[in-house]
């Protein structure tokens, strides 16, 4: 658990900063990204510091779904984008860092609206 400043939802990117500890991302390519709000952690660490409005947990590795906008690739790396929370696949002509990459994804996203996807996040 990490303490937010605003109320996030399972599947949001956050990032480091804010009024808090974390706070949704904002920032195409972000290198504070930090991971994605779990709806169903595998493991409660810090279970102990708050609730899930105040204090929600955070999946720094491992299996999660994350929303995301446009069209993704099985194995993309996934990065901020400028929409609030929400991650893109990286455009394999611009430079990035690993600072900036949250996962990769394990499926494909044909659509180019928001949707919910599974990736593994920690995963360069």
Known sequence: RFAADCCLEPGDVVVLGGECEITKSTIAKDRTVVGVISGHPAF???AGAGDNMSHPFV????RVDVRAIG???K???LVTSDVPGVAKA?????????ETVIGRSLVNKDTEEE???EIIVGVK
């Open 59 to 62: 999946a720094l590795s491992g």
């Open 115 to 117: 949707g919910l996807i």
């Open 75 to 77: 194995g993309d790396r």
């Open 90 to 98: 990286i455009d394999t002509s611009g430079s990035i860092t690993w």
């Open 71 to 73: 069209q993704v690739n």
């Open 44 to 46: 409660e660490m810090n």
